[in-house]
């Protein structure tokens, strides 16, 4: 697993060191920089899975990053030294934007920088630290030259992170369109970050893995009218649906995906994405509480967790609603929660919240509570 993120001057983050738990739940006000958080890892994977220096927008779009101008990308406070900007850099480039660390449970680091926006492409950038001293000396002699070989230190990442973590990380963000609309593929597999390819996904499980399938079935009876789903045998060429059962409408054998309701096609996304083999092992999810009643937001966080160490996930959720604090456990080292917040000077800043101590005399309330008692932060202030 990743334990800390170490990330420097990227959009309104300065120096920001998170270190990471399984399941990571990331809270604040509008515009705090949760998601820029979530972009500046993105930024890792797709450095770690391309074989070229350049990034186009494109990739970098569908990999869940806002798109700006390069000026937007890169921190603009007044008070950043060009001491600090530079920290950690193997090379000096007044035209860099991002200075990323990533650090698997031992501490051995991956680094990643990403500057010289030109004519729709990002100049990438490579740092490996406290690995082998040859591969070392390769990454410091391949930046200078502002080029480097996937190829070399490929077998480096993978001792770290595994094949299947930095490189596939993606920051999904799923829509409703996307979610309903099974006829769309998505350029990026297995799951599109919108909820593209969600249908394909399922035919997978069904034919490689119906016992996944089956759980995920399974784990969808939180909505409580829900009576099952399944593939259909007799689909056309062109047709693409799932017929789902609903326990009251005795009358109706089953209706598809373009009449269900907006929670359910979220879970079914969500409960994909935890239980199959062929997604990310480390991804994100930002708004997971999108179209979800409160209490089922606490109940879906539970079984996220339990989800997420059966099938060897590492995630981090964003969310602005209380409830889902509700669903963690914070005795429990693997799960844990952050405030987002931006400091006096309007950098990004994590604060960790840990168990709260129970004090004999004082009144124990939810984590929610606490929230919005204002006693984690990240409230707004200004009204």
């Known amino acids: 697993m990743i334990s800390k993120v170490s990330i420097h001057n990227y959009k309104s983050i300065t120096n920001l060191e998170i270190s990471l738990g399984r399941l990571n739940i990331f809270i604040g006000e509008n515009g705090c920089g949760k998601t820029n958080i979530l972009e500046a890892i993105t930024c890792c994977g797709i450095v770690a899975d391309t074989e070229s220096s350049s990034l186009t927008d494109t990739l970098l779009s569908l990999k869940g990053i806002r798109i700006s ?6 921190s603009a406070f007044n008070s950043i030294k060009e001491a600090d900007v ?3 850099m193997l090379a000096m480039n007044p035209d860099f934007i991002t200075n990323i660390s990533i650090y698997n449970q031992f501490d051995e680091e991956f680094g990643i920088r990403i500057h010289n926006y030109e004519q729709g492409t990002w100049t990438a950038g490579l740092l490996l630290h406290n690995l082998k001293k040859e591969t070392s000396d390769y990454a410091e002699d391949q930046i200078k030259r502002n080029t480097y070989s996937y190829s070399k230190y490929k077998p480096y990442l993978e001792r770290m992170f595994g094949s299947n973590s930095i490189s ?3 920051n999904f963000s799923p829509e409703n369109y996307f979610l309903r609309r099974f006829e769309e593929e998505g350029q990026l597999k297995p799951l599109g970050i919108r909820g593209e390819g969600l249908f394909k996904h399922l035919i997978d499980l069904y034919k490689k893995r119906p016992e996944l399938l089956n759980k995920i079935g399974d784990k969808l009876r939180l909505i409580g009218w829900f ?3 399944e ?6 060429f062109t ?3 799932i017929n789902i059962r609903d326990k009251y409408l005795k009358e109706l054998n089953y209706f598809d995906q373009r009449s269900a309701n907006e929670g359910f096609l979220y879970l079914l996304f969500y409960f994909t994405l935890f239980v199959s083999p062929y997604t990310p092992s480390f991804f994100a999810i930002d708004n997971i509480d999108n179209a979800l009643n409160p209490k089922l937001c606490e109940e879906l966080i539970r079984q996220l967790t339990v989800l997420s160490k059966e099938h060897n996930k590492q995630v981090i959720l964003t969310t602005h609603n209380p409830a889902i604090l509700d669903g963690l456990n914070l005795s429990d080292d693997e799960q844990r929660l952050f405030t987002i917040y931006r400091n006096a000077d309007g950098h990004t800043i994590a604060k960790r919240i840990n168990e709260p101590k129970i004090v004999k005399g004082i009144e124990t309330v939810r984590l929610s509570e606490s929230y919005i008692r204002g006693y984690f932060g990240g409230l707004p202030k200004n009204f």
Do not use: V, W
Request: avoid cysteine; proline fraction near 8%; glycine fraction near 4%.
């Open 69 to 74: 101008e390069p000026h937007l990308m890169k």
């Open 86 to 88: 530079t920290k950690d």
């Open 168 to 170: 596939s990380f993606l």
């Open 227 to 229: 009576q099952g789903f």
């Open 231 to 236: 593939i259909p045998d007799d689909l056309a």
């Open 239 to 241: 047709e693409r649906r």
